[in-house]
């Protein structure tokens, strides 16, 4: 499955504003990078996946619209990823854009 490309231009909409943002291509996606450190990405199997605090994983899990990350078999922890349906909104999107691009900003540049 192709990303939603309509959903990466929402992206690069909501992200204009900020300073330090690169898109690469990952994960079948299309990814959007603060200062070096990957905030979201429009996922080649559908929906957001949102970089997050590790320790805010288990509780945001417990949202509509939410699951975990997995990646080689296994949950990935600071890593969730939102349904269609929870993007939907110019709302919604900003939400959690706003939330990964926050945790990405508190990283080191690299």
């Known amino acids: ?19 330090g943002v690169d ?4 994960f079948g996606g299309v990814a959007f990078l603060i200062n070096g450190n990957m905030a979201v990405c429009a ?3 559908g929906g957001l996946m ?5 320790d805010d994983t288990a509780t945001l899990l417990q949202r509509a619209h939410t699951a ?10 600071g890593w969730i990823r939102i349904g269609d349906a929870g ?3 110019k709302r919604q999107l900003q939400t ?3 939330r990964g691009v ?9």
């Open 23 to 26: 898109e690469k291509r990952m």
């Open 50 to 54: 949102v970089r997050v605090s590790p």
């Open 1 to 19: 499955m192709a990303y939603d490309e309509d959903l990466a231009n929402r992206l690069r909409e909501l992200l204009a504003i900020e300073h």
């Open 96 to 98: 959690w854009t706003a």
């Open 68 to 77: 975990p990350m997995i990646m080689a078999g296994r949950e990935t922890r």
């Open 102 to 110: 926050d945790y990405a900003k508190s990283l080191p540049s690299k």
């Open 87 to 89: 993007v939907r909104t």
């Open 43 to 45: 996922s080649g199997q």
